[in-house]
T-cell receptor, first 115, second 112 residues
C-alpha cells in the first residue's frame, strides 16, 4: 500500500536552533513528495516539493527538505527556528496508480518553537 | 487570484438535517479535491474530480455523502442525513495538473 508516515506527533525546539520534522514514505515508482504547513483555523499551505533532480529541495520561509531514496525519507529542515514556525506540518505523496492521481497525507507533526 | 473559496466557514446543524458545503476552485485548475480533517483520523481524501468528472470516490464514508461538480468553477459536498460523527473540518483543494494543491480555509461542521 502507498503511504506516508510521520513518526513524531510533536517536535519541540528552542528558537534559533535547527529543526527537523521526519517523514518516510512507501510508494511504487518514483515518488512525488510534498510538505505543507497548517496554521490554526486555516487551510494547508504548500511549502516545497520533490519531483526529480537535486535531493536537497528549498522552499518557502527558509525551509528545506532532503530526499533520501535508500531510506525512503523526506525530512523537513530549517537551520534556525522561529517562534512563528509553530504550526502543524504535513508530509504528502502524490500517487499515480490505475489512472488515479491523488495526494495522500501523513498524520501531521505539531512543531512547537519556544522562545 | 482569491484562492480556493469555501462556504460557509462554520456550520452548526442538528442530526438528521441536510448539509451542503460549497467550493469555488481557482480558475484554470482542472483538479478538485474534498478532504475531511479530524483529530482521530487526520486528513482523509473523500473524493476528487478531474475536469468536473469524479475520478475516485472511494474515500466517501457512506451513501449519506455525495459530491457534485456541475461546472469548472463550483463543487458541492452534501451530507444527508447528517450525524454527529460527521463533525469535522472539510477542506476543498484544487490544482492544475500535477502542481501542488491549493487549499481553501475549510468549513467547520458541527452536528449536534
Amino acid at each position: 500500500a502507498q503511504s506516508v508516515a510521520q513518526p513524531e506527533d510533536q517536535v519541540n525546539v528552542a528558537e534559533g536552533n535547527p529543526l527537523t520534522v521526519k517523514c518516510t514514505y512507501s510508494v511504487s515508482g518514483n515518488p512525488y513528495l510534498f510538505w505543507y504547513v497548517q496554521y490554526p483555523n486555516r487551510g494547508l499551505q504548500f511549502l516545497l516539493k520533490y519531483i526529480t533532480g537535486d535531493n536537497l529541495v528549498k522552499g518557502s520561509y527558509g525551509f528545506e527538505a532532503e530526499f533520501n531514496k535508500s531510506q525512503t525519507s523526506f525530512h523537513l529542515k530549517k537551520p534556525s527556528a522561529l517562534v512563528s514556525d509553530s504550526a502543524l506540518y504535513f508530509c504528502a505523496v502524490r500517487v499515480f496508480s490505475g489512472g488515479y492521481n491523488k495526494l495522500i497525507f501523513g498524520a501531521g507533526t505539531r512543531l512547537a518553537v519556544h522562545p | 487570484d482569491a484562492g480556493v473559496i469555501q462556504s460557509p466557514r462554520h456550520e452548526v446543524t442538528e442530526m438528521g438535517q441536510e448539509v451542503t458545503l460549497r467550493c469555488k476552485p481557482i480558475s484554470g485548475h482542472d483538479y478538485l479535491f474534498w478532504y475531511r480533517q479530524t483529530m482521530m483520523r487526520g486528513l482523509e481524501l473523500l473524493i476528487y474530480f478531474n475536469n468536473n468528472v469524479p475520478i475516485d470516490d472511494s474515500g466517501m464514508p457512506e451513501d449519506r455523502f455525495s459530491a457534485k461538480m456541475p461546472n469548472a468553477s463550483f463543487s458541492t459536498l452534501k451530507i444527508q442525513p447528517s450525524e454527529p460523527r460527521d463533525s469535522a473540518v472539510y477542506f476543498c483543494a484544487s490544482s492544475e495538473g500535477y502542481s501542488p494543491l491549493h487549499f481553501g480555509n475549510g468549513t467547520r461542521l458541527t452536528v449536534t
